[in-house]
């Protein structure tokens, strides 16, 4: 059976939960453990997906198509793992599923309660097996919030079906500093932790975010009021970049913690990945500057995959990447011009298309290196349309009714009738051999994952062709343009699918690794 870790959180929200669960599974893996990860977050939507990314930071999705909260994206990357649509399971999904239950009278008249029939159906999800040694679960929200009540209750009951020894409570606390008394202040800590023991749950590791290491004392003192020993009680200290975080951990000895608790056997982790990227980090490297043409750059997590990929891509071309954020809804082309390459990332409506239709015809018309995600794409698409073909009123339908649509909804596509809906998930493209696309990737099969409504219309392919821009990329039943790329340009590429869900901190993304290698060769020059 496998061993369960629960991350909760209390003071505050936002402590970083998700980092802290990814870097302890690290931690385990380094070990040569196998760990899945899951995300149980207490509100009632249904799923993320229809959450703006103005709010709550980017929309995550999966293989299988699963519209998820970007914690989903750390286990991917930190764990190099698969998830699907049961880890990120929300309360509203559990509300939903037992009314439908409910309505299909599968509880055969019984009076449906918070306990047992929705605890129940948290533990369902919590214990779906997973074939690994561990799985690590972190429960979203605050302790202390009303929708994250049941949550605990029902990691209290599971930890009693299992049995205690066979799960691990790990909570995320603040530790405040007071400047005028130069004190860390650990009451709201003994706070967290006494609510979350009126739950009936006794944390046996602690991780106390604060702005300095904690003395001993601090430790003890923790430990005493908190009915836990000192040596269980961690700082987390705030550092620059995420990936230091496991290194720290693992110098406070966490993976001992764990392995005391569950009885395994101590052992030294190979760290060597996360050391590799921390002297990237150090080290002394060119810079390249990537203009990213968007609208949610308030959100600080609203293109988390993106910033994240473009930095593994840097880590493995040995440059630093700058990201210049180009507002999409003030650019005029004067604005790009000391930039290395231009991105144009995913996006929805029509606010901001028209700076992205002119960022993608400056760098096609101005030679610099070009990468387009999805409406990226869409917009090089329609700016070689209209400026290229001389179709004036070209367009997509997302953005115009009455226009020449070149990017369209196409239902009863080979992936069934997608009309109004979105395709989502892991989509096979079948790439076209002497093309750029080709030489990125260095196969003819790829799979990346999709979340859009609108494709490039197939039968435009030959006229675009004829122009300079080919279609490089296509869905197996050759209907639908997944990636294009123009053939006199050093570097102009575009796929209809988001590439950054699939980028490794450890190896990069074909793409991404090529996008920036293409815009240091651009800078040398
Ligand atoms: N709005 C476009 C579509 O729905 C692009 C979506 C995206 O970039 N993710 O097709």
New binding site residues.
Partial sequence: MAKYIFITGGVVSSLGKGVAAASCSALLQSRGYTVHARKFDPYLNIDPGTMSPFQHGEVYVTDDGFETDLDLGYYERFLGIKLTRNDSVSGGRIYWDVLNAERRGDYLGATVQMIPHVSNKIKEYIAAPTNTDFVVCEIGGTVGDIEGKIFLESIRQFANDVGRKNVMFVHLTLAPYLEKSGELKTKPTQMSVRELLENGIQADMLIVRTPRVLSADERAKIGMFCNLPAKNVISGIDVDNIYKIPLAYDAQHVFDIIADHFDLPSAVGNMDKFQRIEHYLGADLPRVVIGVVGKYFDVPDAYKSLNEALFHAGMQNNVHVELKKINAETFTPDDAIDVDGILV?????TRGVSGKIAAAGYARENKIPYMG????M?VAVIDFARNVLGISDADST?FSKNCTPIINIMPDHNSGNMGGT?RLGAYPCVIKPNTLAHQIYGTDNISERH?????MDISWADKFADAGMIISGRSPDGRLPEMIELTDHPFFIAGQF?PEFQSSPYTGHPMFNAFIAAAAKHTVK
């Fill in positions: 990332p995913g996006g929805f409506g995600i999805c409406l990226g869409q997302e979105l979340r859009h409504r609108y494709e988001h």
